[in-house]
């Protein structure tokens, strides 16, 4: 495997340069949407309020966007064997008449509205909680090892997986939603899993600080590799089946959750065994005397 | 494959022995326990699924309201009320001496029920007894068109129940001289869980007075009720949810004849249940001049004002009786000579009083909710589309544990391993549902789209638990998986032989066991880490998400407390016989 020579070719000091460019590329991709739009990633139609409707149709898109005439109808796709359209924000009477409309034009209609005091809440909430869960795994990392160098290794390669994986939203088009701030909370915790596997193996086990590094990869990227694997199922089964299986449907949260999830997968891959690796690589090869905290 | 017809025999006879002493482990016992309680609790209850996946209308209502001190002295707001030149207080009682002449109604007009009202020298003098707190009360009532309430004493607190700020209460305050006083103590936005309790009360009751199945009300952040309602398109749910009911009185005539008084449009405003000084509970309500005449007019047809122990009075809701009592002799006398508006229905004393008193409340409003509500939220999935995301999830469920599978084959090329790993993933799976069952049936938790999503990523992370323990144990990790100078069979025999496995049973042996510790410090900093990121999610989103990390936390618990364990003893006893 390439990635393993790597890993112990080079001097960490040089390696480490890798993953801050990448930090640096996710926070300017995140700053820049922020000073363009005012947050760091795109909202979606559940932090900006607004009408969702899918109906099925064979029609034409033209011809199903105009029985919706009269309403803010600010988007319309066609997702497999039914449409997708999205009203911007409208009366609560205009939107009871909407609903009316739809139930009585068509079949079997999925309806979701978000008024603004439920999106206003909905941005209060990720703004809270997302720190917090954040701020719970550290505390939980912190305890596990009760080494602050250590422990602090692997929180910084938590949070690039989780830059990493928001500024993945902004190029791949994917909007904040309830879906992707649960796949992000999901991120924030199972990101930590190979980390922690890689700083015990290399703590708590005898030998060359590369072997272990090295031996720890061969059960991590099995870890990443059986979670990517449950994932690209769900991406499938909810973004590409309606494509082939005409009767299927996308799968809106589901889609969004598993994207996110497959970046910050793919950026986990990255971050433990280079960010967190050469850290530890770092930490160990240091003069004894940094180590007196260390008993063995 | 690997092995011949020989050793065939051989391994059947060492999987008798597998499952001999393995049928002696605590923990390999308290997991199949646990399995077969899953599955039969799955057979027993069955599965219960959200609205997403059975179709259905769900409405967000977020509660308005707003709890504040006030500053302000009752006279100032008689004065204003009144238009009043002087008000005095009298102990009990105000007086208010008002210029010229006023309506004999417009104390009860205010509010204010058995006011004296005395004209002499063109001027009017209104007696009424009240106290101060029931004079701020009445202002902000007839003012914000809203119920107040007070919820606490020493300092007071109103319960506003509707929209409200400091700014829009001091502004409302300023032309009687009163404010909110300073600090954040003095005003804090949202009701008391009481209310907040009160108003899903009268929902389950409105809900299930009206016969509709399957409908769950839910209270989120004390600040907003969740109702699904299966089966129904969403703007029927909103028409059933904003419709009152159908509330009539009836008076007894002969007999058992009775005859049509009044209906709900009748029915002016209902008071907040009071206790008087004996113990006994009542529900004030006054009715609308033309229903305080219709009232009179029936009283006396039907005799009731001269017998009134012989005609109950008997109030109706959606055609269910709510109240019936015979009517009271004193009202009966005043009926004789005038229509009276202020009523109060007598439900009796004590806690049974109080209790009766406070449904009744809620049927005299005709299920009208206590607190003003905005729908924030709502939408609807039809019962084929769920259906079809339902197909659609399992689908990939599946696939997500073929994959799972493939992914560890590829790795471990070992049918030892991959069989009890693949088992594991798949029990833990039965595991949840199991709980999910059992809840669905006692608690009404349900499996809907996000909890399902959340399951599949349980069965990445359980399986990822697994291959810490496999290669813990076999030190698998010391080399990478595509090595296959050794196999990974013959790397476990060496493992195990240098554990002492061999010879001393497996589970017993010191390095086994301290491999086996270490693997499980290992995972459970894994398990806490995925657990207590996901505890927000059980209160972001108004409960979308609380399915998908309620079953991620307990998947992660039932994995560490029961799966893992006994796997790790399985695979134990499993390589230490090669």
Redesign the interface.
Known sequence: MELQDIVSKYPPKQLMLIPIAIIVLALISLGATYLSTGSPVKLGIEFTGGTLITVPSTESQNAVAAQFAGYPLSDIRNIGNRYMLQFGPMSDSDYTDLAKLTNSKFESPEIRHMGPIYSKELQAQALRYIPVSFILMALVVFLVFREPIVSLLVVVSALADILTAAASMNITGVQLSLGTVAALLMLIGYSVDTDILLSMRVLKRKGATDDKIKGAMGTGFMMTGTTISAVIPLIIASNFLYLIIPSFTRMDVIADMSTVLIFGLAADIFNTWVTNAQGLRWYMDRPRKALRGQKK | MVYGQASKGAEGAEKMSLVNELSKDRRVVIYVAAVALALIFIAVFGLKFGLDLEGGSYL?L?LQGARAQIDVSPENILKFQFNASDVEKHGDSFVITIPGKVEATLPEDLGYSGAKVVERDNTTKITLTAASETVVTNYLKKNMDADVKIVGVAPIIYEIRTNVTRESLNALLLPVGGKVPAGDDAFSEGVTTETVDETKKVLDSKLNRLGLQDIKVKVVDNKFILIDMAGM???TA?DVVGKPGKFEIRIQTENNQSMHVLYGDAVESVEIPQGDRNGGWGVPFVLSEEGAQLFQKAAIDSGATKKPDDHYISMYLDKDEIFSAPLAAELAGSLQKAAIRNMEARVGAGDAGSTKAKELYIHLREGALPVNV????????????GK??KI??I???L??LL??A???YY?YREKRIVLPMVTTSTSEVIMMLGVWAFMGTFVGWKLD??SL?GI??V???G??QL??IT?ELI????????ASERSIKERAAAAAEKAGAVKVSPASSKVYLSRLS?AF??I???A??????????L????G??TG??LI?ILGVILGVAIARPAYGRIIGHILAQN
């Open positions: 967000q977020q398109d969403v703007a909103q905005v729908v924030v939220g709502s939408g609807q999935v039809s019962a084929a589309l079809q995301f659609q999830m689908l990939a469920g696939i997500a994959a799972v493939g992914m560890i790795r789209l996000a999503a599949i990523t069965i990445g992370t399986v990822d291959v810490i290669d030190r698998g990790g010391e080399a990478m998986p595509a270490r410090t290992i459970l900093g894994a806490a880490t995925t657990a207590v990121a996901m505890l927000p999610l209160y972001m989103g108004f979308a998400l998908f990390a991620i």
